[in-house]
């Protein structure tokens, strides 16, 4: 099955056979690979040689090493298209999916001076501010903080139940808002002590960290949001034209 005299060393061709496994579906996306020993015996070669194949499809995103239980196959990311100004309830729901939320903060605060900078408003004017772990069927995807100008969406708080609740449907359906588009940023840093334990990832793994400011009709910015997407459960896409 290897070829011993390949200018490919051992291990690459160890890796684009577990690839082609992967790709036929061999083995499938959430199963458990055979273990090191297996393979080594399987392509007889040492266990250092496998190891650094497996090693390197970790390092790609190919493959998950759970502590204690072996070595799996990662689920395909969750893919956003950047070209639409849509929530995370449509976006799960666009994939069949179900969208929730853990909510850990729904209140009101006023708006510091950065702020109310961004928002276009004075220095303490009220914001609505949630912070809420979305889940895609259970699974945590993100961690959003969102501020929103709290005169757009009187008593929001008090009435909805954003664990279930979308928040563009709301303001859209009983506030009447309509929001236009929106200004993103997208940054790679890794994940702080706090978010590897809400997104159940290990500290220190990739987060894409998105700045949002979403404007309504007439220019106005109402929503500001910060999230933090984990690396290894979302990808973004865009289609790019030769303008
Ligand atoms: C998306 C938006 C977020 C918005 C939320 C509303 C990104 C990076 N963020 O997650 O800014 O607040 O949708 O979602 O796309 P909801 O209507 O499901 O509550």
């Known amino acids: 099955m290897l070829d011993a005299h390949s200018v490919k060393p051992l291990y690459e061709q160890i890796k684009d056979h577990i690839l082609r496994a992967i790709e036929k579906g061999v083995y499938e996306a959430g199963s458990r690979i055979p273990s090191e020993r297996a393979l080594s015996e399987k392509y007889g070669v040492n266990r250092m040689t496998v190891k650094k194949a497996l090693d390197e499809l970790v390092q790609m995103g190919y493959l998950d090493v759970r502590i204690g239980k072996g ?82 969406c009187h008593q929001i708080v008090e009435m909805y139940d954003f664990t279930r609740d979308s928040l563009y449907g709301v303001l859209r359906n009983v506030y009447g808002v309509h929001l236009a588009y929106a200004e993103q940023s997208i940054e790679a840093r890794r994940a702080t002590a706090e978010e590897a334990k809400l997104l159940q990832i290990e500290i220190g793994e990739p987060i894409l960290q998105i700045t949002r400011v979403t404007f309504s009709d007439g220019d106005k910015p109402i929503e500001y949001v910060r999230s933090a997407y984990c690396g290894a459960r979302y990808k973004f896409q865009a289609l790019l034209r030769n303008l």
Do not use: C, H, W
């Open 71 to 152: 070595t799996y196959v990662s689920r395909p990311k969750i893919d956003q298209q950047l070209t639409a100004l849509t929530s995370f309830t449509e976006d799960m729901a666009k994939r069949g999916q179900s969208a929730s939320s853990r909510v850990l903060v729904a209140g009101y605060v006023p708006a510091d001076v950065q702020e109310a900078r961004i928002l276009n408003i004075d220095p303490m004017t009220p914001l609505v501010f949630l912070i809420r772990v979305r889940l895609a069927d259970d699974t945590p995807i993100a961690v959003e903080r969102t501020k929103i100008i709290a005169s757009y």
